[in-house]
């Protein structure tokens, strides 16, 4: 499954294989979405093919949905599962505090609505992904495409007010084409440098007209498995 992996790989794989140990029989996981996510996926296929592990997986994203498939993991929605046991998911930034920025690989929304209706989320991540404060990857805000750009002024003008560097909002592209999310709506990457305050930030975007969800997930995350070029791996 994985052959000669760069470092960076392979603290990706290293992380996602840990994390796959949490995965018991019977377990509703939600599947996350991303190349550390992808892992996990694969990982969880092979249990599944060679070890008779049975679970039902719910995906946060086509892309997901489809390599869960592809690996024999039985997919259901989320209303068929209503409540699951675990999540595993990556992460583009996380803190001492287990807060995270998600949202790098466009799924955010249904990342945020699948972790938050789990028992317990852990996140897979290489070491680089640690940092002292959030925000020097791009904050991604999933907004609706109609109105865009006054959403992105009204993003753009809040911000002004909020304990952040930098206040620019840029919107996501696809080639030429603004990125479309699975839900249908487009990407406001915030390159904001540091975020003093998470919590009232990820409040205030929510209650932009115009804005569908953040990328801060904040007292989601409850156990972080980091994976190292070399193969160590550390649980907090
Ligand atoms: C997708 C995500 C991903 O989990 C995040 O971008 C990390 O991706 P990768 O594992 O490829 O580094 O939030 O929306």
Same mark, same amino acid.
């Given at each position: 499954?994985?052959? %000669? ?23 509703? *996981? ?17 249990? *599944? ?6 679970i039902r997986g719910v995906p946060t994203s ?7 498939? %592809? ?71 999933? *907004? ?12 753009? %003008?809040?911000? *002004? ?21 699975? %839900? ?46 070399d193969g160590r791996v550390e649980t907090r």
């Amino acid at each position: 499954m994985t052959g %000669e992996l760069s470092p960076i790989d392979k603290a990706k794989f290293v992380a996602a294989k840990r994390a796959s140990d949490f995965v018991e029989d019977g377990m509703r *996981v939600g599947l996350g979405t991303g190349s550390t996510a992808a892992w996990l996926v694969r990982c969880l296929g092979e249990r *599944v093919r060679d070890n008779g592990l049975k679970i039902r997986g719910v995906p946060t994203s086509t892309r997901t949905a489809e390599l869960a498939r %592809e690996v024999g993991i039985e997919v259901i929605s989320l209303d068929e599962a209503r409540w699951l046991d675990l999540t595993i998911d990556g992460a583009d930034e996380f803190d001492a505090d287990l807060a995270l920025i998600k949202g790098g690989g466009g799924a955010l929304l249904q990342e945020k609505i699948v972790a938050t209706a789990s028992d317990q989320m852990i996140v897979i991540a290489d070491a680089a992904k640690e940092v002292e404060h959030l925000g020097a990857f791009p904050l991604p805000i999933e *907004v609706i495409p109609f109105g865009w750009q006054t959403t992105q002024a009204l993003v753009e %003008e809040t911000l *002004v007010s909020m304990d952040v560097m930098g206040r620019q909002a840029t919107l996501r592209m696809n080639g030429e084409a603004p990125f479309v999310t699975d %839900e249908g709506n487009h990407i406001l990457d915030l390159h904001l440098g540091r975020i003093g305050n998470a919590r009232q930030l990820a409040m205030v975007m929510n209650q932009i007209p115009g804005v569908v969800e953040n990328g801060l997930f904040i007292d989601i995350c409850d156990k972080v498995v980091i994976g190292f070029g070399d193969g160590r791996v550390e649980t907090r």
